[in-house]
């Protein structure tokens, strides 16, 4: 990208994990608070094309893939736009038990949870740093309490802590990075919980798992629908001073338990599996 046409280039805010749930709630939220800004939705959906429609672009992408997330940058910079503001939503999430499940699902849940928000930074780093950007990396308040069966947490935790070394690097050049840490949402990856017990199958943990998907549940008290969540995304984007950190629907209950001493969150981690 040529310096000397950075000031012609329209400025865009390219949203990853778009095809659905809050990934479509912040392009939505995005397209009204920033109606000057080209909207770029990406997913590894094959359909997100045809999603959406102008002021957006649609545009397949694999955050864990360098040539797809490298071929997206060519095609945004050949339409002359520059990447002002990046929001890494794109994310998977599991219940399994972790000691039993392959190399490979362990290493593809952090492939795009934690190093696809990674992959992105660097494809677009001189996009941010020319036009002063902003990046928003989207956690969850599940890393107050990592628990059994659930990886998800141990890869936002993983995010986070890249998230402070990251943002002390893009503030030497004057672009901001801020973490967004909701609670439970509306979207799939909760009701993914909700049918544990159908898919546990053949498992050492077996009986631990069932006591865990009838325990779980109830600890989760209220779920924000997904444009709350995205409300507070595009206010992290849109302020001239944002936080570091912004929290939503934070659950009391976490709060609490992640100030206890280990040995007592593990015992009480270990009634809650050996219930009856």
Same mark, same amino acid.
């Given at each position: ?7 012609? /280039?329209?400025?865009? #805010? ?12 912040i392009v939505n939220k995005c397209i009204h608070k920033f109606p000057d800004f080209i909207i770029i939705a990406t997913d590894i959906d094959k359909g ?79 996009? /941010? ?13 599940? #890393? ?133």
């Open positions: 990208m040529k310096s000397e046409t950075r000031n012609t /280039l329209k400025k865009a #805010i390219l949203i990853t994990g778009a095809a659905g749930g809050l990934g479509q709630a997100i094309p045809g999603l959406y429609k102008d002021p957006v672009i649609g545009m397949q992408m694999d955050v864990t893939d360098e040539t797809s997330i490298l071929t997206v940058r060519k095609e945004i910079e050949d339409r002359g736009l520059q990447v002002w503001g990046l929001v890494n939503n794109a994310g998977v999430s599991d219940f399994f038990p972790i000691t039993e499940k392959s190399k490979e699902t362990l290493e593809s849940m952090y492939a795009i949870n934690t190093f696809g928000p990674v992959n992105m930074l660097r494809a677009f780093l001189a996009h /941010l740093i020319a036009t002063k950007g902003r990046v928003v990396n989207i956690s969850s308040e599940s #890393i107050r309490l990592p628990t059994a069966f659930h990886p998800y947490a141990n890869t936002k935790i993983a995010l986070e802590a890249l998230s402070v070394s990251i943002r002390n690097e893009l503030a030497l050049h004057g672009a901001k990075l801020i973490v967004v840490r909701p609670g439970a949402i509306n979207t799939p990856f909760l009701r993914d919980l909700h049918h544990l017990k159908e898919r546990i199958g053949e498992s050492i943990y077996a009986e631990y798992l069932h006591n865990f998907a009838n325990e779980a549940p109830k600890q989760i008290r209220r779920i924000s629908e997904p444009d709350e969540v995205a409300a507070v995304i595009v206010k992290a984007l849109a302020k001239p001073k944002p936080k570091q950190y912004y929290h939503v629907n934070n659950n009391p209950f976490l709060k609490i338990a992640q100030r206890l001493p280990n040995r007592l969150k593990d015992s009480l981690m270990q009634k809650m599996l050996k219930s009856e």
